[in-house]
């Protein structure tokens, strides 16, 4: 699993993350764990749910703006999140994203919030390939 960091330098009233990869895949699971840990504990949500999301986009950083802001939408109108996906990136433009998603509905009492991502900005956004891998830099809006 890849790794990420909030930067607290980056945006006051935001969040914004630096996330790595070793691949695309791998950076597209790492920014979805990094926004569920931004919005709740993961230990708190039950494993109960499963849902499929077949995604396309021209650009990659698109293609992670369009990723994470589905899973906002799926926490916001169905009050489900996500703590283990399994994302598939492929094409070189467009870009196709197929990923499982394994989590469960947010419960009152259960889950213990954190903050309440309203949706992910183009401010800051960026994909690109690294030597060891790839790195990310996403803005999320509070």
Same mark, same amino acid.
């Not at 230990?43 to 369009?66: C, H, K, N, W, Y």
């Not at 990723?67 to 926490?75: A, D, G, H, T, V």
């Given at each position: 699993m890849g790794r990420f960091r909030f930067l607290e330098e980056i945006a006051l009233a935001d969040c914004a993350v630096d996330v790595t990869g070793a691949t695309l895949d791998d950076l597209f699971d790492?920014?979805?764990?990094?926004?569920? !840990?931004?919005?709740?504990?993961?230990?708190?949500?039950?494993?109960?749910?499963?849902?499929?999301?077949?995604?396309?986009?021209? %650009? &990659?950083? &698109?293609?992670?703006?369009?990723?994470?802001? !589905?899973?906002?939408? %799926?926490?916001? %109108?169905?009050? !489900?999140?996500?703590? %283990?996906?399994?994302?598939?990136?492929r094409g070189t433009g467009p870009y196709h994203l197929e990923a499982r998603l394994e989590g469960g509905a947010i419960v009152p009492g259960r889950t213990i919030r954190r903050a309440d991502a309203k949706g992910v900005t183009l401010h800051e956004l960026v994909v690109e390939p690294t030597p060891g891998g790839w790195r990310a830099r996403f803005v999320v809006d509070l």
């Open positions: 790492t920014a979805a764990l990094a926004l569920t !840990e931004m919005m709740v504990d993961p230990a708190t949500v039950p494993i109960a749910i499963t849902r499929r999301i077949s995604l396309e986009a021209s %650009r &990659l950083d &698109l293609l992670l703006f369009d990723w994470l802001s !589905e899973m906002i939408f %799926r926490k916001d %109108r169905d009050a !489900e999140v996500f703590v %283990r996906t399994g994302v598939r990136v």
